[in-house]
């Protein structure tokens, strides 16, 4: 198993919001495939309410502990399913609109990035644990909570 650390409220949306891609300016994964939970952030992404997917994902996914999940941050909340990695279409590569149509992935991809997709979330009561970059391994004891969690 692998940890991605992800911003509120993005990691909300990929373990709550139907959130199947994770952006990223390089490969992060090399060739791992398989589970990653998904570490809430200390840092928030106020800019990340600026896009129409998360406030229609947060709309539709409403519910009384959406707030409480939204906000919750230095713990890992879920585990996902890496299944792939590609490169998104250009600039200038999404002129062409047939492209454009096969590399439009997910309402999520971002242009100009890696994109890992991510399948099957499954939430898990919030562990607290510190962030790293990149995709990290957990320690032993990290990994038993989670695996327990699950």
């Not at 090399?30 to 106020?46: C, F, K, M, Q, T």
């Not at 997917?53 to 399913?81: Q, Y």
Request: hydrophobic residues 45%.
């Amino acid at each position: 198993m692998r940890v991605i650390t992800v911003r509120q409220p993005w990691a909300w949306a990929i373990i709550h919001g139907q959130k199947d891609v994770e952006n990223r300016t390089r490969n992060i994964a090399g060739s791992y495939r398989g589970p990653v939970a998904i570490h809430a952030a200390l840092r928030y992404s106020d800019e990340a309410w600026e896009s129409t997917t998360l406030n229609a994902a947060v709309a539709f996914g409403s519910n009384a502990d959406s707030h409480d999940l939204i906000e919750r941050r230095g713990a890992i909340i879920g585990v996902v399913d890496l299944v792939g990695v590609h490169l998104s279409a250009t600039h200038e590569e999404r002129w062409n609109v047939e492209l454009e149509r096969r590399e439009q992935c997910s309402p999520w991809a971002m242009v100009d990035h890696y994109h890992l997709v991510f399948e099957n979330p499954r939430p898990i009561d919030p562990i607290p644990a510190k962030g790293k970059l990149g995709l990290w391994r957990p320690d032993a004891e990290l990994l038993a909570q989670i695996e327990a969690a699950l």
